[in-house]
C-alpha cells in the first residue's frame, strides 16, 4: 500500500509529513500529566533527548499521549536509533486503550509496513476504529484506501465521503485533496467555487499547494473573482515555503506588475530560484528579465537569492 507525498499533479499524500500535527492532536484530547506536557513542550523545542525521558515514565504509567509521542521518537528515529518495532510496542499500548491516535498510528504500521507485516486490510480495520472517535487523520486515510483501493473497496464517493468528514474537523490536506477532486471534476462534476473553498482552508492553515492552486483560481477568474492581488499574495505564501511553481508564477507578476507594483530585481530573484528547482520556462523568463536589468540590479537579485531561505 504505497502512500506517496501529495503534489498538485497526484491525490496521493504521505501520512509521515503529519505525526506531528497529529501528535499535537491528540495530546489536546487526552488530559496530561505533567511529565507528558512537558515531553509534548521539550518535542516541540526539537530536544528530542528531554522528550523521551519526559514521555517515558508516563508512557510505562499508561498515559496513551505519552505512548504515541515515544512511539512517534522511534519512528522518526529522533533522540533514539530508529526502531519500528518499538515504535509499534507504544502504538499497541496505546490503541489497547482505545486511543485513537494510537488505532491511527497501529493502522499506519500495517500501511507502511513499516515492521515488515504490510497489511492494508489490518491498516483499515484500525482506522475504522479510530474514525468511529472521529479522529480526523484516520478519516483522511480511509480516504486513499477507498480512492485506490488499498484494503478497501474502490470507490470514489465513499472516498469523498471520508475526505469531506477529515475535511471538516480541520485536516489540511483532506481539505486539499478535497479541492483538486472539484476543480477535476474527479467523481464529481466540476466545480471551480467549491475547489476554491476547500483550498482557501487548507490555505489558511498553511498549505502551499492550496494556497498556489488558489492563487491560480484567482489569477484565471474560476470560482472566485478574478483578483490579481489575491493571486499574488497567494503565490507569494506559497513561493515563501520553497514552492517551485509558485515562485515561477510570482516573478511573472513581479515582472508584468500584476496585482503588485512591477520590480524587475524580485522578479529575477524569484525566477533565479524557480531555476534552481527546474520550474518549466524559468531559464527564458529569467533572460527576458534580465534585459530590462542594469548589471548592479541583477547583482542584487542574485545576491538575494542566495541569501534567500524558505519559511517554514
Known sequence: MPMKKTVMKSLSAAPLIFLLPLLLTVALAHPAAADSTAGAAAYQRADYTAALEEWLASAEAGEADAQIGLGNLYVKGEGVEQDFDEAKKWFVKAAAQNDPGGQYYLG???????????????????????????????????????????????????????????????YDSAQYILGLIYAKGQGVEID??????????????????????????????????????????????????????????????????????????????????AIAGDAENADENRERIAQRMTEEEVAKAERMAQEWQPVE
Open 192 to 273: 471551480a467555487a467549491t475547489a476554491a473553498g476547500w483550498y482557501q482552508k487548507a490555505a489558511d492553515q498553511g498549505f502551499a499547494e492550496a494556497a498556489y492552486n488558489l492563487g491560480v483560481l484567482y489569477f484565471k477568474g474560476e470560482g472566485v473573482e478574478e483578483d490579481y492581488a489575491k493571486a499574488a499574495r497567494l503565490y507569494q505564501n506559497a513561493a515563501s515555503t520553497g514552492m517551485i511553481d509558485a515562485q515561477n508564477n510570482l516573478s511573472g507578476m513581479y515582472a508584468l506588475g500584476l496585482g503588485v507594483e512591477r520590480n524587475f530585481v524580485l522578479a529575477y530573484m524569484w525566477s533565479t530560484l
Open 108 to 170: 499506519m504500521v500495517y500501511a507502511q509496513d513499516w515492521t515488515n507485516e504490510q497489511d492494508s486490510d489490518k491498516a483499515v480495520a484500525w482506522w475504522l476504529k479510530a474514525a468511529a472517535q472521529q479522529h480526523a487523520g484516520s478519516e483522511y486515510q480511509l480516504g486513499l484506501a477507498h480512492e485506490h483501493g488499498w484494503g478497501a473497496e474502490k470507490d470514489m464517493a465513499a472516498a469523498i465521503d471520508w475526505y469531506t468528514r477529515a475535511a471538516e474537523h480541520g
